[in-house]
């Protein structure tokens, strides 16, 4: 299943699942991990979405 999520900017982040269906994180167009979820023992959510740190390419 491929869903996609747009952003206020027009940037595309697609959903990482795990088997059960619970997000892991999004991917950006280029295939990188940019937010991570964790979930707790009864799979809700255990924290706000973490973003992952940007880099810039010099």
């Known amino acids: 299943m491929h869903v ?3 952003d206020d ?3 595309s ?3 990482l ?3 059960t ?3 892991l994180g999004l991917l950006d167009d280029a295939g990188k991990r940019t937010h991570t979820y964790t979930y707790g ?3 809700s959510p255990s924290a706000a979405p ?3 740190p ?3 390419a010099t």
């Open 17 to 19: 699942t795990d088997a």
């Open 9 to 11: 900017w027009g940037v």
């Open 21 to 23: 269906g619970n997000v």
């Open 50 to 52: 973490r973003r992952s």
């Open 13 to 15: 982040y697609y959903y």
């Open 41 to 43: 023992p009864t799979s």
């Open 4 to 6: 996609e999520l747009h």
């Open 54 to 56: 940007c880099t810039t």
